[in-house]
């Protein structure tokens, strides 16, 4: 089930509001093209929201060999969003196109070089590694909004 036109500009309201006002997200843009079967956002949480778990692991690597008490910071990277109603029936099909139509990184996210890759392989799931994933924002009736995570592909469960 599909929505009209009209309802999703209200749905993607919704979501922007809710992204901005009630979880401090910045930066946030609308994005939409010929291709995209929806309107997808993207933006700026106030802190980082994914940590891949082979990323995990490299931090982990990392903080090992510097001093004690040193930590590698985790600075919030621009996300995806998708706003969906509870009412809707997607396909596999059209999340693939979602997937198809969006790159690893939205636009105005930080480059990183082969080189900083070289130097930290921590860096790498920011930059060459980082996968294709949206953040699903689904939207009850009574506009409550939760997020899932929804990644383009399989990703091994995180370590605790």
């Known amino acids: 089930m599909t929505l009209n036109h009209q309802r999703t500009e209200a749905l993607t309201k919704i979501v922007l509001n809710n992204l901005q006002h009630q979880h401090d997200w910045t930066h946030l843009h609308p994005h939409s093209q010929l291709n995209l079967p929806r309107t997808v956002i993207y933006g700026l949480p106030p802190k980082r929201l994914y940590v891949h778990p082979d990323e995990q692991v490299e931090i982990i690597k990392a903080e090992k060999e510097m001093r004690a008490g040193d930590r590698i910071p985790q600075e919030p990277e621009l996300e995806w969003v998708l706003p969906l109603h509870l009412s809707e029936k997607w396909s596999p099909a059209e999340f693939a196109a979602v997937f198809d139509a969006i790159d690893s990184r939205p636009p105005g996210s930080t480059e990183i070089s082969p080189e900083e890759e070289e130097r930290s392989p921590w860096l790498a799931w920011k ?20 997020y899932y995570w929804m990644h383009d592909g399989l990703v091994k469960p995180r370590q605790n």
């Open 127 to 146: 930059g060459s590694r980082r996968g294709k994933r949206v953040l699903l924002a689904t939207v009850q009736d009574d506009s409550t909004v939760t």
